[in-house]
């Protein structure tokens, strides 16, 4: 069984910076890819971002191309989601995503078969 726990959420002004961590546990567990993923109130779950484990490639939705940065701790089998420049538009729950196999589809909410509770994230203007 693989544990997912988000952390870091809360809330800020425009243009501030926020940082998101995202740890997942499990015995002899070893993830794939780990993402985040973004749900606003009245809208679909939405992409946010995506690491593979192996190399470090990362994906990112364009609404956040620039100002967020996704990162790993291989150690800690850990993921950070570094918020900048943040618009109200941020606001949302976010949740991150794990996927233990290989997969083809970094955005699709569909290949993740492991998900935190989400943690609130606020931006105000």
């Known amino acids: 069984q693989v544990q997912v726990a988000e952390s870091g959420g809360g809330s800020v002004q425009a243009g501030g910076s926020l940082r998101l961590s995202c740890a997942a546990s499990?015995?002899?567990?070893?993830?794939?890819?780990m993402a985040w993923f973004r749900q606003a109130p009245g809208k679909e779950r939405e992409f946010v971002a995506a690491?593979?484990?192996?190399?470090?490639?990362?994906t990112y939705a364009d609404s956040v191309k620039g100002r967020f940065i996704i990162s790993k701790d291989d150690a800690k089998k850990m993921v950070y989601l570094q918020m900048n420049s943040r618009k109200p538009e941020d606001t949302a729950v976010y949740s991150c995503?794990?996927?233990?196999?290989?997969?083809?589809?970094?955005?699709?909410?569909?290949?993740?078969?492991?998900w935190g509770q989400g943690t609130q994230v606020t931006v105000s203007s």
């Open positions: 690491i593979r484990w192996s190399g470090g490639s990362t």
């Open positions: 499990g015995r002899t567990f070893s993830p794939y890819r």
């Open positions: 995503a794990v996927r233990s196999n290989a997969g083809w589809r970094p955005s699709s909410p569909y290949e993740y078969g492991y």
